[in-house]
């Protein structure tokens, strides 16, 4: 029965990649296994005959044909970081590359992938016989960086369900099921079905272990696309002994069921990890000492050279301290040596081929589906749009800290404000303090950005992986984000308003309250857009931090209310002209000062009556406003108080001619602006260098 349950999903997987196994690629797969190398491959896996068919099937040879790197240093000099990597990487093999920290690793990884772009690049790198082009390289393979970025609040499960579901194609039915299988399946292979529900965490969320965090790296990577290789760089480092057993057992499994070529870095591994190996790449200071099959041959080839190995002494640790103690002996030793003119005759016959581009096994097509050959997303905007609301940004509404950031914070500071100015009277004093009150409402969301330059921060370094993992296209990231957001701006601007307007005492009119709240709604949009564009846009920690209160500063300045309009120095009306915080702050002013009808409200509660208690026992009486002022007007001395009319106070900034519609339009218009500085600051600013 768990037989017939795993043929079946493997099944699955053969279906889900079916896009590779066209006819033209079993001719190539013949025409590579044809040479010896091919054999070879076979020969060195050969515990494993019945997986070396999958090899052939699933697997990529890589053959590194004088793979260099160097980099220009700030005195213009140049720095050799890899020289002449030459060597072939077997279709199906378990690859490590190990080395002395700063010998080139990961340099040598990211070349393989195409993600170093950094320098002067020497060489080629041949997949299958032939240069890939980048798609092609994202199509086929997949990277699991040293250190992998998540989303704290989603389990295990929705993460990787979240990869599959975004990155293979099919929306249909029957699609979306075999999606739904081929997640529990990679779980369950790379044993994460204890913590399938557990939440991955982040800096304040506890989440899942280490060693589960880089089996969910791959597992993702796995859900991607399939891939028939995989880079992954120290997916041991920060592990324990245990740990990292676990993960390595998981990746050879993996290279075992599929034959997937997989590539690691790695630093020192026990014994027990390093015999999962069957490809060992030495690197001493960017230059290969070592590049043939793994288990005893390394060390036949290091005591060949005069270095004795104490039996029982860390095979990996004696390579280490070998090449780091011989002082470059043992790469100018491995270049004369006849394993380096197998190697490179190996990489002689590959390129030897000079197969055609139209007849490789890695072609350049995108994912199959039917969005332009050269797209390399799985979906059609609108469909990825969906898929990311649904799967990527629903785990967040579970999520404690989304709440107190938004309704939680903005709640306690309505409260704390209300505390300040409860109740205000229409007094000359009292309509100060509402002025004021208003003005600090319209600003604090500047303040409050903070939150999203925080929170973006965390979130780019997992947007930088998803771009380059071609997930999902960078609008669309900006439009889940707000999207997924507007319900919870809906609200937070619902509850700060209500609690606000009913403390302070603000136009009691029903569309002035619902007025009130539009405005904070506009002012909150904006304020989370100008966060997420200055950590989109700005590098590093100290940028963010300080841009922030300078923008809110000025544009508190220029905000009409510290500083009358007509007073603010020339050099500034322009910034004054374009603050949306003078315009939502005038929509409010026009909303508190003016009736319903446009007319200017007025305001008699500095007026003394002559009969006492008369204010007490007319608010007794259930009469219309109007009635009530008619009422007041009669008994009050008319020629020893004037009321305050609404539109005095307009005047005092300026603001009487101004409507509140036309003024919340005006400050409407900073959302498009800082919708397209926040693309701008996700597509084009890069936060990694490779
Ligand atoms: N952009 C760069 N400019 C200058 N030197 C660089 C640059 N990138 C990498 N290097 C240098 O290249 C060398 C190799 O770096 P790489 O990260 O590949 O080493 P590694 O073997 O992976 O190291 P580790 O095991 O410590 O991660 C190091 O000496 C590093 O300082």
Redesign the pocket.
Known sequence: MGGAQSTKKHDIIRVLTSETTLDEEDVVIARVDDLEIGKRGEDETGQRSDSATASKRNGITIALDGVGNE?K?SNTSL?T?LSDVSGVIESGSMAAVM?P???????LLDLISQRKT??IIHGRVLFDGVVPTLSAIKKYTAYVPQTEAFFGPATVYETVLFAAMIKLPGTSREDIEQKFEMVEHVIDQMGLSKCRDTKVGNHVIRGISGGEQKRLAVASALCTSNPRAMFLD?PTSGLDSTMAAEVIKSLSRLNREDGRTLIV?I?QPSMHVFQHFTKLCL?QD?KLAYFGKAGHNPMEFFVAQGFPYEPGFNIAEYFIDTISVSDHGCTAYYQSSALSRENLAKVAEITSLNLPMNAMTINTESSANGKGKDSPYAHDSLTELRIMLRFKDAPRWRDGMFWFTRLGLYSILACLLSAFFYQQKHTPSGLLNINGIAFIAIILPTFMAQVHVEELKFERELYTRHFHDSYYRPSNFIASKIIGELPMTVITAVSFSSILHWAVGFNSEPEAFFFFCLVNFVTFTIAQLIGCTVSATLPGDVGPASVLPMFSTLNMLVGGFFIRASTIHDAWQWLYRVSFIQWAWSAVMVNEYTNGDGTPRQFYDHCGSPTGGLDELIEQISLPESSLRLLRLFFTRQTECDPISGDSVLRTFSLEDRNRWMSLLYASISIPVYLITFYFGVSRVRHE?R
């Open positions: 980099m240093l720095k970081i080395g920290s700063g010998a080139g690793k990961t340099t950094e320098g120290e870095t630093h690197l960017g260098k």
